[in-house]
């Protein structure tokens, strides 16, 4: 298939590449043309604006930051919308507003263009592997018509529902991710506190049922002090502000999600926004005592 990738960033970029290692013909825009070099060099085709890059196109992939750009690059100035023939599908992989996505695939369907709402889960290296999950909103059938092309970027594609349920499995993801890594971080300095080696107390929960892929990633990570993103921790607050207007609108306390907000956006507030999320731990190192030596009480 013909494929438009907007957006060449941490995800999009490494997804573009799988596409063109697959062998689909891959079309790309970034908002810095900068961006654009290395794929140019693999084998991409450079397009000057989304509008031209939906034009030859059978399939857009979205991947940018949040839902203003979203609703830039595909129904704004020389935004997808002007330059889509009858038939292309929108495939946004960004996370954004529910709202604002059910209100672009009603304007995009007005066009005869059909739109998923398809955020993903994985990280950078699930990017980078192909391995990626997938959680669909939008048409079945619409989903049959592109799955070979997101199969090449993902492992596990799960149809969720009508518009907008990508978004809002999305955001569940987020708030289980937040409130884990809350808990990792809490756990790790508990331990440091106690004067327990917490590489010995990670150790030791990964093979009991307090496992989870974000003690297993996220706790390494801050047992190491080094936080590469990743998923940079800005972008975790955004979306954490979109679970929580999510809630709002539907009257819904989320006492847990808010706290776990909260340590994300005084992460932000530290100057830690271009550090993968995980960098929480640090905000609450700066908050207790420093820990015991071993054998201390």
């Keep these: 298939m013909k494929v438009g990738c907007i957006g060449l960033g941490i995800m999009g970029g490494p997804m573009a590449l799988n596409l063109l290692k697959a062998g689909h013909e891959v079309h ?63 495939v946004d992989h960004s996370t954004i ?3 604002a996505t059910r209100k672009l695939a009603t304007a995009l369907a007005d066009r005869d263009v059909d739109m998923l709402d398809a955020p993903v889960s994985g990280g950078q290296q699930g990017a980078k592997e192909g391995s990626l999950t997938i959680m669909v909103g939008g048409k079945v059938d619409v989903l049959e018509r592109v799955r070979p092309v997101l199969e090449v970027v993902g492992k596990c594609i ?35 506190a106690a004067g327990v080696d917490p590489k010995a107390m990670r150790e ?17 990570r801050m047992i190491n002090r080094s936080y590469p993103p990743g998923f940079k921790t800005r972008l975790h607050a955004k979306d954490m502000g979109i ?21 994300i956006n005084a992460a932000v507030g530290q100057g830690y926004g271009e550090d993968d999320s995980a960098v929480i731990a640090e905000v609450l190192r700066r908050l207790t005592p420093p820990p015991k030596e071993a054998g201390d009480h």
């Design 28 to 90: 790309v825009w970034a908002r810095r043309p900068e961006a654009t070099e290395a794929f140019k060099d693999a084998g991409a085709q450079v397009d000057t604006s989304p509008a031209k890059l939906a034009r030859q196109v059978d399939v857009v992939l979205t991947n940018v930051s949040d839902t203003r750009d979203v609703e830039q690059v595909l129904v704004g100035n020389n935004g997808v919308i002007e330059g889509a023939q009858p038939g292309l599908v929108v």
């Design 97 to 99: 507003s529910p709202t």
């Design 158 to 192: 799960t149809h969720v529902g009508d518009h907008g349920a990508g978004q809002i499995t999305k955001a569940c993801n987020q708030l289980i991710v937040a409130q884990t890594m809350t808990a990792v971080s809490e756990a790790i300095r508990l331990a440091e």
């Design 204 to 220: 030791a929960l990964l093979g009991g049922l307090g496992y989870s892929r974000v003690l297993e990633v996220h706790g390494q």
């Design 243 to 263: 679970v929580l207007q999510t809630a709002a609108d539907l009257g819904l306390p989320l006492p847990g999600t808010a706290q776990a907000a909260q340590w």
